[in-house]
Structure formats: C-alpha cells, structure tokens
C-alpha cells in the first residue's frame, strides 16, 4: 500500500507565498511520478505540476513562473512553491503519485488566497 500525507496548506494574502509538502509512504518504487492537482468549487481537478524520479519537472501554463516543484527523492517527498499567489489559485491541492500504472492520491490540503 501506498500513503501520500500532505501538509503546508492554509490561508494566504494575494502575492503571498506557501510551500506544500507531500511525502510518500510504503511501497514506493525507484521509478515513479509525483506532482499536484488541484480542484476548486464547482470545477474539475486539473494539472498543477509533476515531477518524474529521473529528474524532469513539468508545470502547468497558468502557473508557471510562480509555482515550482521538487522532490527529495531520499524522502520520497515532493514539494510545490507557490508565489505570488492570486485569488484563483484557490483550492484544494492533491497530491499524487503515479508508479506502475498505478495512480494513487494524497487526502488534499486547502489553499485559500484572500485579502
């Protein structure tokens, strides 16, 4: 079994900045995907960002340039800066991770960009 924890999540002014935290636990294989999805109220869940085991790091357009993601692959854990953080950015953030097939996801943790 796989265990995805999430952490870093809360409340934060616009143009502020959070660092989400997501480690993986159990049987986790050297080859695998980590990134973050993200859904808010009444929309689906999209694409925020990944990161492959060999090293490769993909965001999503409307991110890009103020979200980064990384990984500490000695913890299996992957993280996702965000800054200049926007009222749209809002939602609740997944983590996930993908090894053989096999997608699994983390409980979520809520962002929430408010004056």
């Known amino acids: 079994q796989v265990q995805l924890v999430e952490s870093g999540g809360g409340l934060v002014q616009p143009g502020g900045s959070l660092r989400l935290s997501c480690a993986a636990s159990?049987?986790?294989?050297?080859?695998?995907?980590m990134g973050w999805y993200r859904q808010a109220p009444g929309k689906q869940r999209e694409f925020v960002a990944t990161t492959v085991s060999l090293g490769h790091t993909n965001v999503a357009e409307s991110v890009k340039g103020r979200f980064t993601a990384s990984r500490d692959a000695a913890k299996n854990t992957v993280y996702l800066q965000m800054t200049s953080l926007k009222p749209e950015d809002t939602a609740v953030y997944y983590c996930?991770?993908?090894?053989?097939?096999?997608?699994?996801w983390g409980q979520g943790t809520q962002v929430t960009v408010s004056s």
């Open positions: 159990g049987s986790i294989f050297s080859i695998n995907t």
């Open positions: 996930h991770l993908q090894q053989r097939g096999n997608d699994y």
